[in-house]
């Protein structure tokens, strides 16, 4: 026999819900939380901001929803970056999705808008919108369309600096095969893959701190001697 664990009425055909709240009580209790809500809302200053912060980002998360599904049924990529930058890059503040983020960086590349994506990284670089490896990757993608594959590849080497550092292992199959076409483009060799690999790894190893601007240095040298 079911019974209100609130008010105590029981009986054979009473309904109680999943709280073992009756429809009375269940009613009661949630015109409670929303006059505690509401109270709240009109007296707590940090409790409205966080309230309207997260009504704001549905908004935003709404109008990126439609512009994926209009981009499908269209395929106007022009109007759906128009659509995305307006969420993602000028509302304050933007929409915070990790997977949007990375749907406009995409769009930009699709698009051969190389330089928005760029500028696009490199504001996420400062806002920590997605992780630095994935940026590493994404401007490396970029300057391999652009046949800029010295630069391509020190991004490369960014990018499984960050990774390895997060996974505490340096795949050194992986980096080599991700540079290789940059090698043949540049006509350099097999041994030059495996130095830049070695470079990267005594790096990944090491206990120092700002890696990146080691492997720079690092980098810079190599291609000083490689010129010679």
């Known amino acids: ?27 009661l209790e949630r015109q409670t939380r929303a006059n505690i809500k509401q109270h709240l809302y009109q007296t707590n200053a940090s409790y409205r901001k966080t ?35 307006k969420a993602m890059r000028q509302a304050k503040p933007p929409l915070r999705s990790s ?14 808008y190389h330089d928005k994506a760029w500028g ?8 920590n919108g ?8 994404y401007q490396a993608q970029i300057l391999k369309k652009e046949n800029k594959h010295i630069d391509a590849i020190l991004m490369l ?9 997060k996974n505490s292992a340096f795949n050194r199959e992986a980096f080599i ?9 540049l006509k350099w060799t097999q041994n030059d893959a495996d130095t830049l690999a070695d470079l990267l790894e005594k790096r990944i190893r090491s206990k120092e701190i700002n890696k ?4 720079h240095e690092d980098y810079k040298a190599f291609l000083k001697n490689h010129a010679q």
């Open 1 to 27: 026999m079911a019974k209100c664990r609130k008010c105590q009425r029981h009986g054979l055909f009473l309904f109680v819900n999943a709280d073992g709240l009756c429809k009375d009580c269940s009613k």
């Open 99 to 112: 997977s949007h983020t990375h749907y406009l960086i995409n769009l930009y590349i699709k698009a051969g």
């Open 212 to 215: 990146e601007s080691l492997v």
């Open 51 to 85: 309230v309207d912060n997260l009504a704001r980002q549905d908004e935003l998360l709404k109008i990126v929803l439609n512009a994926q599904a209009q981009y499908k049924e269209d395929g106007d990529i022009d109007k759906a970056i128009c659509e995305y930058e």
């Open 177 to 185: 095969k991700a540079i290789t076409p940059s090698i043949k483009k």
């Open 157 to 165: 080497m960014f990018y499984y600096l960050d990774l390895s550092d």
């Open 120 to 127: 696009y990284l490199n504001s996420l670089i400062l806002t």
């Open 130 to 137: 997605i992780q630095l490896c994935h940026i590493r990757s």
